[in-house]
């Protein structure tokens, strides 16, 4: 049996979302992307991380 299987990220803070886009493939499904800068740290000694998500366009039913 194969069980799909995902590794989810919980968090809480500061963060910054930038680059929301449409992305359509040559081939395959569009999906939606965008960057996100994160804040982590101490308040006056904290460091930024880059991360990318994605996720499945879907159409909404009237």
Not at 31 to 56: E, H, V, Y
């Amino acid at each position: 049996m194969n069980e799909k299987t995902y590794f989810n990220l919980y968090t809480s803070g500061l963060g910054y979302v930038n680059r929301v886009r449409t992305v359509t493939p040559k081939r395959g499904e569009p999906f939606l992307c965008c960057d996100i800068a994160a804040l982590c740290g101490q308040p006056m000694r904290w460091n930024m991380s880059a991360l990318t998500a994605k996720s499945p366009v879907t159409k909404r039913g009237n």
